[in-house]
């Protein structure tokens, strides 16, 4: 997973609490992703970001805010946190829409909130 | 959009047997890429395969083919001789040429038996 980090790889928050999920890359990456990943659920897309100052929702958006200043960086935030938002979160890049199989993802973030 | 899915309960395999994991999708786009990654208990997710929907040939990847069934939309795995370390979960996912979002299914359990 050379390439893509997520800070931090382990958080317990408490309920109410908010935090930000790093995701930097030094690929020159376009496309940025944030999933969560809940047993049985598989991988839910949280928010994507196309490019440099741009984000769209995915299928599971309530409850966090994304932003993407700088291109190589795609933040992840939960303003106010809940016991639902317990999960393991992954990062992804791709280059751009044509670069097919190049996809990078994070280590993970262990999320836990009490 | 593109819907991702993967139904199998978890798998059993003999080592050294082959195996398929099934996938199906779902898109009104004729530009798309589907994927096939790994999971191990240690939580990273490992690229395994690669398909687009242009390519004329069915992927392979040493021990890993794609079967490409566009009628069909199907896009199984097969892993010939298993081997123990491939016991983990897999995921299909994919994305199409009109969006930028990558779809996972929600994955099946493989577990390889000496």
Not at chain 1, 39 to 65: Q, W
Not at chain 1, 86 to 105: H, K, P
Not at chain 2, 46 to 70: C, H, M, P, V, W
Request: with cysteine; aromatic share 12%; charged share 20%.
């Amino acid at each position: 997973n050379a390439g893509v980090t997520q800070t931090p790889k382990f958080r317990v928050l408490k309920t109410g609490q908010s935090m930000t999920l790093l995701c930097a890359q030094d690929m020159n990456h376009e496309y940025m992703y944030w999933y969560r990943q809940d047993p049985g659920m598989g991988l839910r897309l949280i928010h994507y970001s196309v490019g440099e100052g741009t984000t769209a929702k995915g299928e599971v958006p309530d409850g966090y805010n994304v932003s993407r200043l700088k291109k190589q960086n795609f933040l992840l935030g939960l303003e106010s946190a809940a016991p639902s938002q317990t999960s393991v979160y992954f990062c992804a890049s791709r280059l751009d829409r044509s670069s097919g199989n190049t996809i990078y993802f994070g280590e993970g973030s262990w999320l836990t909130v009490v | 959009a593109q819907k991702i899915t993967q139904t199998q309960p978890g798998m059993f395999v003999q080592e050294k047997e082959a195996v398929t994991l099934d996938c199906t999708y779902d898109t009104s786009d004729q530009s798309y890429g589907l994927f096939w990654y790994k999971q191990p208990s240690s939580g990273e997710m490992i690229f395994l395969i690669y398909q687009g929907s242009y390519d004329e040939q069915n992927a392979t990847e040493g021990r890993y083919s794609l079967n490409f069934q566009k009628a069909r939309k199907s896009a199984n795995l097969v892993i010939s001789a298993s081997q123990l370390g491939d016991s983990a979960m897999y995921f299909c996912a994919g994305f199409t040429g009109a969006n930028s979002k990558l779809t996972f299914g929600k994955g099946i359990t493989l577990s390889v038996r000496p």
